[in-house]
Nanobody
């Protein structure tokens, strides 16, 4: 049984930093990519960043480049989203996710991702 458990959300002020964590079990990690989606009220769910478990290649949405860093700890089966210089527009419900890589590319559509955490709220006040 696959389980993703995330933690680390909260209420912060603009300019602050926050780190989200996601620990997974039940996966064959080497065949997966891990990601973080977010969804703000009234908006579509957006892929913020993803990382290939094998090799560690990362990709970010333009709006977070230079501010957010995705990483993984293979020994702990955990991946992280380190968020810096937070802005009010980063306010959203953040989900950790995992997708089995059926080809060489990582999908961006949330419907194509296989497993999801429960979500953690990040609120950035101005």
């Amino acid at each position: 049984q696959v389980q993703l458990v995330e933690s680390g959300g909260g209420l912060v002020q603009a300019g602050d930093s926050l780190r989200l964590s996601c620990v997974a079990s039940g996966l064959t990690f080497s065949r997966y990519a891990m990601g973080w989606f977010r969804q703000a009220p009234g908006k579509d769910r957006e892929l913020v960043a993803h990382i290939r478990w094998s090799g560690g290649d990362t990709v970010y949405v333009d709006s977070v480049k230079g501010r957010f860093t995705i990483s993984r700890d293979t020994a702990k089966n955990t991946w992280y989203l380190q968020m810096g210089s937070l802005k009010p527009e980063d306010t959203a419900l953040y989900y950790c996710t995992a997708v089995f890589l059926r080809s060489s590319w990582v999908p961006s559509s949330p419907s194509e991702w296989d497993y999801w955490g429960q979500g953690t709220q990040v609120t950035v006040s101005s």
